[in-house]
């Protein structure tokens, strides 16, 4: 019984294309989140979404697309992938979105790599 | 300057010992405080949240100082399984719940 699930688990791709990453979770929370953790481990929040509406909304380029359809669901698509691309992006979710931060709860990770 | 400072190890330590973790923030706006473990290749894990007053679960013990904004994390009679990184972790005032993740400390837990 998988918490939160993101597909794929690898991406191996070409500079200059447009890949998606789905993530789910059958938590019944109501927040998502995308995290990107670097070559050198760096994890940073990309996005945010709270019941479909986007709340945290980082320095990241225009070319990273979220989407959440559902409270469950939240999307990322990416267009024009670049070198510099190439992470391991998280899904994580949580109860509510409050200043005393519940606890978030990862998925296993996608791990891009950009050719 | 990182918003949250952390030693990145590794520390490699012999099973049985005593190892603490330190952490600074740089914002005095930072309302809360964790601890996360990530094991090698997986997903970051809470391990435990982090209070004024101290905390204490198990041989893990955590601290927090807002004048110093500094936090600590003890493991005492370490075993292998406790071999991971070690995240320190802050959110906002106002942040929304958004995690400001330190690099991280490897710990090595060796026979």
């Known amino acids: 019984d998988t918490a939160v699930s993101q597909t794929p688990k690898y991406l191996v791709t070409q500079m200059g294309n447009d890949k998606s990453i789905k993530c789910e979770q059958n938590?019944?929370?109501?927040?998502m989140y995308w995290y990107k953790q670097d070559s050198k481990k760096f994890l940073k929040i990309m996005f945010s979404?709270?019941?479909?509406?986007?709340?945290i909304n980082e320095t990241v380029p225009n070319r990273f697309s979220p989407k959440s359809p559902d409270k469950a669901h939240l999307n990322l698509h990416i267009n024009s992938l670049e070198l510099g691309d190439s992470a391991v992006y998280f899904c994580?979710?949580?109860?509510?979105?409050?200043?005393?931060?519940?606890?978030?709860?990862f998925g296993p990770g996608t791990r891009l790599t950009v050719l | 300057r990182k918003e949250v400072e952390q030693d990145p190890g590794p520390f490699n330590v012999p099973e049985g010992a005593t190892v603490a973790f330190n952490c600074t923030y740089s914002?005095?706006?930072?309302?809360?405080f964790f601890w996360y473990r990530q094991d090698c290749r997986k997903e970051p894990k809470l391990l435990m949240s982090?209070?004024?007053s101290g905390n204490e679960d198990g041989r893990f013990t955590a601290q927090l100082n807002r004048a110093s904004q500094y936090i600590s994390l003890l493991i005492r009679d370490s075993k292998l399984s406790d071999s991971a990184t070690y995240l320190c972790?802050?959110?906002?005032?106002?942040?929304?719940?958004?995690?400001?993740f330190g690099t991280g400390t490897q710990l090595k837990v060796e026979l």
């Open positions: 994580a979710s949580s109860q509510g979105a409050g200043l005393a931060g519940p606890e978030q709860f």
């Open positions: 938590l019944g929370h109501d927040t």
């Open positions: 979404y709270n019941n479909k509406e986007l709340i």
């Open positions: 914002n005095s706006a930072s309302q809360s």
């Open positions: 982090v209070y004024s």
């Open positions: 972790v802050v959110t906002l005032t106002g942040g929304g719940n958004k995690l400001t």
